[in-house]
């Protein structure tokens, strides 16, 4: 029996429930966070090892079978994805104990974010389409609370375009996936990935894909659907910023990838390089989007978008290589962005003001925060030897390979434009000396919260890792190419018999 | 009885979408309802229904004697329309509150999260 394999998703919903009982108490709720999260990462690590050891595992809820019933399913892209969250996750209620403020907490800001991350492990660990759905509704219900959660103008502003463009999104999914019903008669996706292989109609099963990949695309910021993302994760705090940046977006190029291996393997008809062609628009408009900014979070919310395209650029090559590269890449992305975030709130701390106008000095005054910038900054730029320079070299490497040398081209200057970004926040607020009107001398006494210096630590250290050996990373990110590209172990653990 | 479904969710998208174009956010959640119904619709029809066979198993037998209706498609719809409800509770309170905070639902002048010049308020963010 595989019941434990229900243990990402189960035990945020209970914390989510025995964190509601204490709403008035911030330290009994913060502390069962950091407990939650904690244990999450465990459980992270123990489902990565037991998939790298014994295969593909299976759990056929209420025990009915595969394509009657719904089935979790562990390989290695979702045992990687589901210990990352966790990594990110219990960062975030780490820094959420000294960031968060206590109207917010009582409003059930802790509640709120485990059911967030119990959504997204449900995402990433069903393997039916309608149950995708529902987890999906269940991520998108929480996150449009905690955007929304501090009233202000900007975030209802904010609030209204995301959760009207997210709606849409969900509702062109529940449409491409009620197609997909008449056409196959199923939702399971292992069993799916049978019976559309055998489909008598390739031309509806390209106009369905489609759907999927719109629906997909909006959750993911993909060109040309990404505009409700800069307009609204610069307003929530920085924890819930730090959560979206790392982890949403990235819920939607996972369920991308597995639509796109598991349910309609590309096939010759073109699909394949509209996907290529959106992947380096988005890569490229995201950065020039990004150079246009002067405002941290605004800069960094481009930047999600810009890196996005180097994901889904690996998806649409479709090599071994380049999905190896893609896996890579979120791994690497997932833990810089959501650090990067987490910076802005110690500038901001810092300057009064995300606005680098205001900011200024931090190099002189509190060199360990700029030391802390810099790892994941040019990181994510792409420096040698930094966890994004290997996941940028895999992916140009297949480039190459595939014989697609202006994506890798556009991949390089994608990167040195990054790197543009990265030294105007990092001249403005490190270098520059601090302006003589915004920080006040009072601000140049205090002392960052360890709360909040020890996540950005521990997630720099983790990039400095990864850098300094992408081997077994690498490892495990080939492996888990080898299974999407060859999805026969997943669908016959899944419905128990080969395609 | 196929036709006339996919006729009905075709009329239902093409309002729907012209409403949510619409710069009003109420027409917009009008919109959205028409909207998430057509595809309930839409997932309906998708079980091939039939008039004919309600999905029952007569006595003593352990497998349906002819061809019957698909359950299976109700069983979305309900899932699909109850988190619709409460998804539209939701959307209904949040465009509330931003038509009393930003005095408008002129999707037009509701630019308070792009507006540059603007500064997050000091509310906006936890600070200890």
Redesign the interface.
Known sequence: MNGWLAAPIILPFSSAAISLLGRRHPLFQSGLAIATAFLHLGLGVWLLYRTHMTGITVLHLGSWQAPYGIALAADHLCALMILITGVVYSAVVVYSR?????E?LERGYYPLLHILVGGISGAFLTSDL?NL??WF?VM??AS??LL?M????????????Y??IN??ST?LF??G???I??LSGTLNMAHLHAKLQASSDPGLVAVVSMLFFTAFGIKAGLFPLFFWLP??Y??P??AVSAIFSGLLTKVGVYAMIRAFTLIFPFVDNGIRELILACAVLTMVIGVVGAASHN?VRRILSFHIISQVGYMVLGLGLFTPLALAGTVFYLLHHIVVKSNLFLIS?LI??WGG???LAKAGGLYRFRGIVALLFFIPAFSLAGFPPLSGFWAKLILIKASVDAGYIGLAIAAAVVGLLTLYSMTKIWNEAFWKPAPQTGVNEAAKQMHF?PWMIAPVAAMAALTVFIGICPEPVYQLARAAADELLDPGAYVYTVVGHFP | METVLALLTGFMVAGSVYMMLSKCLVRFIFGLVLASNAVNLLIFAAGRPDTAHPPLIPGGLSQPATVMANSLPQALILTAIVIGFAILVFVFILFFRAYETLGTINTEFMNAAEDLSAEPSPQNEGQQ
């Open positions: 000294a960031d968060i403020r206590k917010i309608f759905y529902v509704e998108l219900m449009f609370a929304v501090g009233r202000t103008r900007s975030q209802l502003d904010g609030g209204v375009k959760v009207a709606l849409l509702l529940l449409t996936l009620g197609l019903y008449a307009a609204s610069h307003t705090p920085v405002e709130g901001r701390q003001s995300f606005d919260s």
